[in-house]
């Protein structure tokens, strides 16, 4: 796994925020919604302090291992929650006050992902709707390496693909009705990246 210093190689994005002006969708980005300091010391905590584990999905009755590897949290008085599950760490319960404080919103649960390299990615996707309903709030925090993540409209092809590079420290919310008309994905790249880190926060009262 990558050594921690590689972290000065990381990127971060301009900085202030930016509303989309898309179609059936509230889509917001926010560069250095962390500093490079904060992202640096969360990106190494998260790293080397998350039981990463495989994740197999049934797709046409065959089993897939996704490519990345995840990690689940969720507070404990959730319906259908694990109590022998992980307990939330400082690094994670920080990281969910800042994004609560900005969207005025509470989040009881957080996914994930760990792109090790350019062959790990998700392919185009929308949000299970049984999990949060038909259209959740999604609030995505990217530590690491810059991927670029791309929305399509489902039905509307004359909308062109949308592409958003996600730089360390910044903070995407999707809302409204972008999980019910939009797809997202991240793209696996031939390029020679370093490993990525997000996290998506959700109401939810259903594990993975």
């Not at 990127?11 to 919604?33: C, Q, R, Y």
């Amino acid at each position: 796994m990558t050594l921690f210093n590689d972290t000065e190689l990381f990127t971060a994005g301009l900085g202030g925020k930016k509303i989309f002006d898309i179609p059936d969708s509230e889509l917001i980005l926010i560069d250095n919604f962390f500093t490079k300091e904060e992202s640096d010391l969360f990106y190494e905590r998260i790293l080397r302090k998350t039981k990463w584990r495989e994740y197999e999905m049934e797709i046409y009755d065959k089993t897939y291992t996704v490519p990345r590897m995840i990690a689940w949290y969720e507070d404990k008085d959730n319906a259908g929650a694990d109590p022998k599950g992980p307990d939330w760490t400082y690094e994670l319960l920080k990281i969910r006050s800042r994004v609560e404080k900005e969207t005025q919103l509470d989040f009881n649960t957080v996914l994930l992902n760990l792109y090790r390299n350019g062959n790990d990615g998700v392919g185009w996707h929308s949000d299970k709707e049984h999990n949060t309903g038909p259209n959740p709030i999604i609030a995505s925090v990217t530590f690491g390496e810059t991927r670029m993540f791309k929305l399509r409209h489902k039905f509307r092809k004359d909308i062109p693909t949308v592409e958003i590079p996600l730089h360390h420290g910044s903070f995407l919310l999707m809302a409204g009705t972008t999980n019910s008309y939009w797809q997202h994905q991240v793209p696996k790249t031939a390029r020679k990246v370093l490993p990525r880190i997000n996290l998506t926060f959700r109401r939810t009262n259903r594990n993975i």
